[in-house]
T-cell receptor
Framework: DTGVSQDPRHKITKRGQNVTFRCDPI?????LYWYRQTLGQGPEFLTY????????KSRLLSDRFSAERPKGSFSTLEIQRTEQGDSAMYLC?????????????FGSGTQLSVL | LAKTTQPISMDSYEGQEVNITCSHN???????ITWYQQFPSQGPRFIIQ???TKVTNEVASLFIPADRKSSTLSLPRVSLSDTAVYYC??????????????FGKGTKLSVIP
């Protein structure tokens, strides 16, 4: 399968702990996005990479959140000192540049539960 | 950023055609219209994208009137497996990042046997 892969699928942690999620995009895609989704809401943009450069971050993104994409391949999203409000589905998507408007390919997400 | 408005929910019987309309009154000249489908516990999946008039693929059709202030996603002969949330997104200048795309709450389609 050459789709977007996310790991782990589920994560349960205690408040105050740090968590890290991984996203492996489609290999030829140079753009990578992180979104967060809570129950009943649409996905909310968090951050965006083109190759290894992080070009955009949501103003809503707390400084407890950090994302990396070393070498422009896989990406990690780390949440430090987790809070119960961080409980959500974290989605990764990738796409590629082109002459027409792009379309996003999403992974199945990581469901985070903070107790 | 163009804001979109779509119904919160819709019900349909199996085998019927379903039309979901999205309003985007302040769409910009370069904006495309894209629809995604999302099943529970999965990420959204691209369905169809268009700029004007009509676009059709193996899954759906997208109708866009001349003023582009709305669009209609048409799903022919829905089945139970089409029960999902459908998102209408507007934006994304060609070649630019899709971070400009905002997902609203979407339309929850329930297909009834």
């Amino acid at each position: 399968d050459t789709g977007v892969s996310q790991d782990p699928r589920h994560k349960i942690t205690k408040r105050g702990q740090n968590v890290t999620f991984r996203c492996d995009p489609i290999s030829e895609h140079n753009r990578l996005y992180w979104y967060r989704q809570t129950l009943g809401q649409g996905p909310e943009f968090l951050t965006y990479f083109q190759n290894e450069a992080q070009l955009e971050k949501s103003r809503l993104l707390s400084d407890r959140f950090s994302a990396e994409r070393p070498k422009g391949s896989f990406s990690t999203l780390e949440i430090q000192r987790t809070e119960q409000g961080d409980s959500a589905m974290y989605l990764c998507a990738s796409s590629t540049t082109g002459p027409t408007n792009e379309k996003l390919f999403f992974g199945s997400g990581t469901q985070l539960s903070v107790l | 950023l163009a804001k979109t408005t779509q119904p919160i929910s819709m019900d349909s019987y199996e085998g019927q055609e379903v039309n979901i309309t999205c309003s985007h009154n302040n769409i910009a000249t370069n904006d495309y219209i894209t629809w995604y489908q999302q099943f529970p516990s999965q990420g959204p999946r691209f369905i169809i994208q268009g700029y004007k008039t009509k676009v059709t693929n193996e899954v759906a059709s997208l109708f866009i009137p001349a003023d582009r202030k709305s669009s209609t996603l048409s799903l022919p002969r829905v089945s139970l497996s089409d029960t999902a949330v459908y998102y209408c997104l507007v934006g994304g200048t060609p070649g630019a990042g899709s971070y400009q795309l905002t997902f609203g709450k979407g339309t929850k389609l329930s297909v009834i046997p």
